[in-house]
Antibody, heavy 118, light 113 residues
Framework: EVQLVESGGGLVKPGGSLRLSCEGS????????MSWVRQAPGKGLEWVGH??????????DYAAPVKGRFTISRDDSKNTIYLQMNSLKTEDTAVYYC?????????WGQGTLVTVSS | DIVMTQSPDSLAVSLGERATINCKSG????????????LAWYQQKPGQPPKLLIY???TRESGVPDRFSGSGSGTDFTLAISSLQAEEVAVYYC?????????FGQGTKLEIK
């Protein structure tokens, strides 16, 4: 069974930083493309970015609102991806989901809440 | 960016009746090299993450009841639930995976009448 478990969410002040983690199991993690998708309270879904498998180049791509502030990385030895979030804004407040990405978003974690507020 | 627009924003349907949700993309998501529509549908129940229902516009994910069906091509797509069950109260999203940034529709809230 595929499992994705996010951690690292919490309350942070505007301008601050936070790092989210997502550990995967039940599939060959090193072969997987992984995405982060967020959902602001009461709102819809927004793709944040993805990281390809190392065999596909390991490159990243980001949505415009987070480009230059957020960085996705992976450690296949730990079956984990990370989302480093810097220069956080109030509009980054959301539940952040880790998603296994096989073109479509096939498996989702339960999400971790990030609240950006003074 | 490919803008995805769903209609209606909310929908109330009686138990056992048919529900249909529409999704329109700002440009075609039919890829010429594969002849496939890069369009998916997700279901999100309250307090839960989204769940993949349909991909390639009309292929049901494993385990999804055959009450759910997807149709359409190019820029216009439909999700249909043939006989609504109480457990299908949820928000439904369409999504294009034709190109980054991957984009979702705004969601359609399905309720019981």
């Amino acid at each position: 069974e595929v499992q994705l478990v996010e951690s690292g969410g919490g309350l942070v002040k505007p301008g601050g930083s936070l790092r989210l983690s997502c550990e995967g199991s039940g599939f060959t993690f090193s072969n997987a493309w992984m995405s982060w998708v967020r959902q602001a309270p009461g709102k819809g879904l927004e793709w944040v970015g993805h990281i390809k498998s190392k065999s596909d180049g390991g490159t990243t791509d980001y949505a415009a609102p987070v480009k230059g502030r957020f960085t996705i990385s992976r450690d296949d030895s730990k079956n984990t991806i990370y989302l480093q979030m810097n220069s956080l804004k109030t509009e980054d407040t959301a539940v952040y989901y880790c998603v296994r990405h096989q073109l479509v978003f096939t498996s989702w974690g339960q999400g971790t809440l990030v609240t950006v507020s003074s | 960016d490919i803008v995805m627009t769903q209609s209606p924003d909310s929908l109330a349907v009686s138990l056992g009746e048919r529900a249909t949700i529409n999704c329109k993309s700002g440009q075609s998501v039919l890829h010429s090299s594969t002849n496939k529509n890069y369009l998916a549908w997700y279901q999100q129940k309250p307090g839960q993450p989204p769940k993949l229902l349909i991909y390639w516009a009309s292929t049901r994910e494993s385990g999804v009841p055959d009450r759910f069906s997807g149709s359409g091509s190019g820029t216009d797509f439909t999700l249909a639930i043939s006989s609504l069950q109480a457990e299908e109260v949820a928000v439904y999203y369409c999504q294009q995976y034709y190109d980054t940034p991957y984009t979702f529709g705004q969601g359609t809230k399905l309720e019981i009448k």
